[in-house]
């Protein structure tokens, strides 16, 4: 007799699941796998910090998995080479029928996954795959012409207009799987779960959830009471404005749909309306779809290119101890330096915090915004390729519907306005506590009238100077595109 595999990537939940919901309502046994792929996750800079909520989340999922009498084994892959031949392994060793999962829509697991259809469907296998990742599929949400969007805002007009009644309704969790089903193998594996430990280096992701319940319980909590706020709050790192579901959403423990049905029943106007904190919540979510629809039409952007060809041929700076000084949040900047080791403190950054550090690190140290995205990748408990790739690009000039080359973040003027009280600045620069309200974003200016010492880096590069330098640099860019196409 043959049964049903479920693989489990970026979608680690029960709840809205719909490979799943549709290998269990096959009515045969069902087992789960998650490959585990050290040196492709090295390859992609994969966070410590994630990796470990990925190992908390997988040993919460097979016992939730268990439940449903489905046993989960953790299988390691060195990278998506060697993918094929573990799943063919296991669809040898467990008579397996049907392999499902969700798309990924990234370059290189695209890669990956037709070279699994490839070799599984060589074996007889039957192999299906879900949109579960996007609530609009990347390829259906289009212009007139046919053609992917390219900016946002009529992008989200043309999402919006496309939500039918499957978008409002999530999957329940599953049924268990009748104990008549199970193989002998399957029972032995349940009876006795396999050790859930990846072969990657980890930090301590403890300060974030991972039981799925509770993390619902979140998304709820934050759509009855803080959903109407978050247009005036979601821009002041001292105020509990934003979700914080990001790193859950990132490893699929809660989907889109979810957030959009639970949005939907508690504030249905917001849709209609389209104003207000929930359909600003909403617009975020719709800005996660825009980027993986983006990744999927064009694969440069996964290969490391800017959106926009002409700023390729920016000339940017290479200073290494720049670089570093941002990296370490020692840039004379308070603003700056406070989120950066937020950042290194809990591998998470408020959101308004990623705009403007990538903005000084691109348009005040003139430093390739790849540096940038590899570094957040490498740190952020959150880390999701095609908002990250996005964020990026939007912040350095170099995306589709970026920020404008010529509009530059002031990070004092920012920090003033978002931080007025300069709150959030002194708990992560304690060594300027002595200072009070906004004056904290010019610490250097108030040390010298009071004539106090500050053990604290003076700025590493003068705003003004280096805004009229940015500006140059993508002018000629621009310019040299331009004799080009003469």
């Known amino acids: 007799m043959q049964h049903q595999l479920v693989w489990f990537r970026n979608d680690l939940r029960v709840r809205d699941n719909q490979a799943l919901s549709h290998a269990v309502a096959s009515n045969q046994a069902v087992l789960a796998v998650y490959l585990a792929c050290p040196q492709q996750w090295q390859a992609h800079e994969l966070a410590p910090i994630q990796a470990d909520l990925i190992e908390r989340r997988l040993v919460a999922l097979q016992q939730q998995l268990a439940e449903l009498n489905i046993p989960l084994l953790a ?5 998506f080479t060697s993918v094929p ?6 669809v040898q060793q467990y008579q397996i029928g049907a392999v499902h999962f969700q798309q990924q829509y990234e370059l290189n697991e695209q890669g990956r996954d037709q070279a699994v259809q490839q070799s599984l469907s060589q074996q007889g296998v039957e192999v299906v795959s ?6 609009l599929p990347p390829g259906s949400v289009l212009t007139k012409s046919q053609q992917v969007f390219k900016v946002f805002t009529p992008f989200r007009k043309a999402w919006l207009s496309q939500l039918d009644e499957a978008c409002f309704s999530p999957l329940a969790a599953p049924a268990a799987v009748l104990s008549s089903l199970l193989p002998d193998s399957f029972s032995k594996l349940l009876a006795k779960p396999e050790p859930i430990k990846l072969d990657y280096a980890t930090s301590n992701s403890s300060a974030w959830l991972c039981d ?19 247009q005036q709050l979601r821009d002041f790192p001292a105020e509990p404005g934003t979700s914080k579901l990001s790193p859950y959403l990132a490893l699929g423990i809660i ?7 639970r949005l939907y029943h508690d504030h249905p106007q917001a849709l209609e309306s389209q104003q207000g904190g929930a359909f600003v919540w909403l617009s975020e979510i719709v800005w996660r779809e825009f980027y993986r629809h983006l990744i999927a039409a064009y694969p440069q952007l996964c290969k490391g290119r800017a959106f926009l060809d002409w700023t390729e041929r920016v000339n940017w700076q290479h200073d290494e101890q720049l670089l570093k000084a941002w990296q370490q949040g020692q840039t004379g900047y308070p603003i700056v330096d406070a989120a950066m080791r937020q950042l290194a403190a809990t591998g998470w950054m408020h959101n308004r915090l990623r705009m403007i550090v990538a903005s000084f690190l691109s348009k005040d140290l003139l430093i390739d915004w790849r540096h940038g995205e590899r570094w957040f990748m490498q740190h952020l408990i959150d880390g999701d390729f095609a908002s990250n790739n996005g964020g990026w690009q939007w ?5 589709t519907d970026a920020q404008p080359y010529f509009r530059i973040f ?11 009280k300069g709150e959030f600045v002194r708990y992560w620069l304690p060594q300027l506590s002595e200072i009070a ?3 904290v974003h010019q610490p250097h200016s108030w040390a010298e009238k009071s004539g106090q010492y500050l053990a604290y880096p003076k700025p590493i590069v003068d705003h003004a100077k280096q805004r009229k330098l940015a500006l140059s640099l993508f002018e000629q860019a621009k310019a040299n595109m331009e004799d080009l196409a003469d």
């Open 212 to 230: 799925e319940s509770e993390i619902i319980q979140c998304l709820r909590d934050f759509s009855a009471v803080k959903a109407e706020s978050y």
């Open 410 to 420: 002031n990070p004092t003027t920012q920090g003033e306005r978002f931080d007025p």
């Open 255 to 261: 989907s889109p749909r979810q957030c959009l049905a």
């Open 437 to 439: 309200g906004k004056k």
């Open 85 to 90: 031949q573990c799943l063919l392994q296991l």
């Open 75 to 79: 299988v390691h892959c060195s990278d």
């Open 130 to 135: 879900y949109h579960g990742d996007c609530i």
């Open 395 to 399: 912040a350095a000039s170099t995306g």
